[in-house]
């Protein structure tokens, strides 16, 4: 019986997997070579299976990774969040009520509250966070995954798929379900709270955002959209670092790339710009910490918001409402608040200053443990998000004139920034640079070897 459906659906439904074979099974696949972007070390990629992972030797960063029908898997699971974030925005969210008097509010009404509470920044914070920057990811990423099967690559695909790895950070549709938990549990014992379709939607929509950025294969990705991978540089080294080879690993696609004599240049392969090192890595890294530690002040010393009841009206710090919900017997959300607003802030900034203090120092000196707690600093850093979206998700639920009703406070700008602030400084600093002294002494050694342009050793 003739398939009812015809044309490029049928393509999409009909496309062999052996359409996109991985790179390894590729007949032309020759041995890879890449740099690792921890610590900058020059390996070859080992052939990878599904579920497999490459890992540096050194300082064990995710080299690549291997997910079983990375392209059918991807573009299933970004449509799927698609549609669950189209339900998100289109049904109730929660509705809350107290003494006879209720609101109920749509998820984004979130963002919308804060700014007709003239808290533009704040609002636009949420908006692009939440909302804005995942849906821009997920369209990148059905474009791109829709342009591996068909026979010709559409339009401006290349410039989408390095799109995608600059986005990723800033997404934190999960730390907004945490947000939403936190605050039903600070008013579950003050007011009668119900779920809406969308509430149950936007996990839907968080969770599968999740598993679409780790089902995204890179590496089958760029190997895939340029039918091949270009050859490498002639005479590389493995076993000793990109930069003193006059070379760069790409961030975006992996690939190595010949600089210029003053350190810079571009990926032959998705046109990214090479560094040998981040320029003013360092002082850029400090500028922004500096600039959060001082922001960090009155994000503690003013309200984050103003809760009112009955007709009085109480500020609250974040230190206060730490202090109240303890008293008040609710431990769990005390401790959230207090990890996401006090330790990670404060342990972040105090773990950056280290690093930018230590790095031109004594590099090389422990350099995997200072690499680790880099890569703690860059996970940890979007979860102090959770404070201001728990006074954004409250501001824009509880809203019962004098009866009940909550505010933002000057300090949830100033928190805001500093999350941001952090998380910019982060991206900044360079962690190659914690290597550099172990780098230079062990190019010296014997273990290097050298493959031609075509990634064959001698």
Known sequence: MPSPIHGPLVRLRNTPISEHPAPEHHPTSRRRLRACHECDWVMALPPLQPGQQACCIRCGGVLA???????????????????????????????????????????????????????????????????????????????????????????????????????????????????????????????????????????AYALLLLATTLSLDSDWLWFSLSGGEPSAPEGIHTGATAASQNLAGCHTCGLIGRLDEHGHGSCERCGEKLHARKPRSLQYSWALLLTAAVLYIPANLYPIMYTTSLGSSDPNTIIGGVIYLASHGSWPVAIVIFVASVLVPIGKMLALAWLCLVAPRAPGMRSSTRTRLYRLTEFIGRWSMVDVFVVAILTALIRAGALMSVSPGPAALAFACVVILTMVAAMCFDPRLLWDEVSSAKIKGSDASIYDNQGRTP
């Open 65 to 203: 990774k291997r997910n079983s029908l990375p392209v059918q898997r991807c573009l299933a699971l970004a449509v799927s969040a698609s549609i669950a974030l189209i339900a998100a925005i289109s049904f109730p969210f929660i509705r809350f009520s107290v003494r006879g008097i209720g609101n109920q509010i749509e998820v984004t009404q979130t963002a919308t509250e804060m700014l007709a509470q003239h808290q533009p920044i704040v609002a636009l914070m949420v908006l692009m966070a939440v909302f804005v920057l995942p849906a821009l990811y997920l369209m990148a990423a059905i474009w791109v995954q829709i342009s591996l099967l068909l026979p010709h690559r559409l339009p401006w695909s290349r410039t989408i798929a390095r799109m995608l790895g600059h986005i990723t950070p800033w997404m934190m549709a999960d730390v907004f379900i945490v947000g939403t938990m936190v605050s039903l549990i600070k008013i579950a014992g003050l007011a009668e709270v119900s779920l809406g379709v969308s509430f149950w939607a936007f996990i």
